[in-house]
């Protein structure tokens, strides 16, 4: 029930393109879903999240969907360009004291130019 | 800004070594975490802490200790170490409260041979 499941694992997409990556999750104590972006070398940094109060939000090229009956959330990535290529690892935690992040396994993305 | 840092960011250790991997973080956060990131398999927690001189279990602790004793500095110990515990360790921290954005530091691949 800890588990957020990622898919796909990898996802090449055509310079313009969108990119779409979709995670789910059991445990509906999860109140917070986060999307890190990470580039060869370099730890994950936080790039969009969401709370299960809203169904959407966007930042820029980058919109989370959320669906909390069906326990889905996804990333679109609109007008997708090579400096997108990394991975995306998806996640989720309940709001109580001393828990962790829960992450998926995370989608390796290439943009091709 | 924001800052975790890893002391050690390649490591060649042999078999049945004792590894330090060091992270210190400069948020003043309670929450401190250490990863393990290997491919396909995404991030998996290895244990945290939520205190000065507390520590919980992750998903994969065999093998691994922790050491907490001032609020900023945050080890992972690999005891004996094994060529399975070849990986990149990530270190991260976080703030209690909202939003639970967790902050990651650069990563140290450790290889044991």
């Known amino acids: 029930q800890q588990q957020v499941k990622q898919s796909p694992q990898s996802l090449i997409v055509q310079k313009g393109g969108i990119s779409i990556i979709n995670c789910a999750y059991e445990?509906?104590?999860?109140?917070?879903f986060p999307w890190y972006q990470q580039f060869p070398g370099k730890g994950p940094a936080l790039l969009i999240a969401?709370?299960?109060?809203?169904s959407e939000k966007k930042e820029g090229r980058f919109t989370i969907s959320f669906n909390k009956s069906a326990k889905q959330f996804s990333l679109h990535i609109m007008d997708s360009q090579p400096g997108d290529s990394a991975t995306y690892f998806c996640?989720?935690?309940?709001?109580?004291?001393?828990?962790?992040?829960?992450f998926g396994k995370g989608t390796t993305l290439s943009v091709s130019s | 800004d924001v800052k975790v840092t890893q002391s050690s960011r390649y490591l060649v250790k042999r078999t049945g070594e004792k590894v330090f991997l060091e992270c210190v973080q400069d948020?003043?956060?309670?929450?401190m975490f250490w990863y393990r990131q290997d491919p396909g398999l995404g991030l998996r927690l290895i244990y945290f802490?939520?205190?000065?001189?507390?520590?919980e279990k992750g998903d994969i602790p065999e093998g691994y200790s922790v050491s907490r004793e001032k609020k900023e500095r945050f080890s992972l110990i690999l005891e004996s170490a094994s060529t399975n515990q070849t990986s990149m360790y990530l270190c991260?921290?976080?703030?209690?409260?909202?939003?639970?954005?967790?902050?990651f530091g650069e990563g140290s691949w450790l290889t044991v041979v």
């Open positions: 991260a921290s976080r703030g209690t409260g909202r939003p639970n954005t967790i902050y």
């Open positions: 445990n509906t104590a999860f109140d917070y």
């Open positions: 969401i709370r299960p109060d809203v």
């Open positions: 996640a989720a935690s309940t709001g109580q004291a001393g828990t962790a992040l829960i």
């Open positions: 948020m003043d956060h309670e929450n």
């Open positions: 802490s939520y205190d000065v001189k507390m520590k």
